[in-house]
């Protein structure tokens, strides 16, 4: 089995996360996998941009605007690679992804 591995430093852990690609039998393990950390970190950018919008401590705006960034390039990771395994899948997802920022992130502004 062949692996594509994307290596990103979490900014506040230092932490290595791992998304991994690969072809053949174990394929449906990763889809999952890459499905996950595409719609995770979508959500986690969202609400942290909900939060930078509110801060006024500068320190804490430049911690957000880094946390942004990470997941930004995990979502654009797991975006390029499900874009070549499974594009179907990625087109359906993104639709399903967008319905969901609308009702949950309307719905929490409410609150």
């Not at 932490?15 to 979508?42: C, H, K, P, W």
């Not at 909900?50 to 390039?73: D, G, I, N, V």
């Amino acid at each position: 089995m062949n692996y594509d591995l994307e290596d990103l430093t979490g900014p506040e852990t230092g932490e290595i996360d791992l998304i991994t690609v690969g072809t053949g039998e174990g394929a449906s393990g990763n889809l999952t996998n890459l499905q996950m950390v595409l719609v995770t970190s979508s959500m986690n950018h969202e609400y942290t941009l909900k939060a930078y919008e509110k801060c006024r401590s500068f320190s804490k705006k430049q911690e957000l605007l880094t946390r942004m960034s990470h997941l930004k390039k995990l979502y654009y990771a797991a975006r390029h690679q499900l874009a070549t395994i499974h594009p179907d899948r990625l087109q359906i997802l993104e639709q399903e992804l967008n319905q969901q920022k609308q009702t949950v992130l309307s719905d929490s502004e409410l609150h």
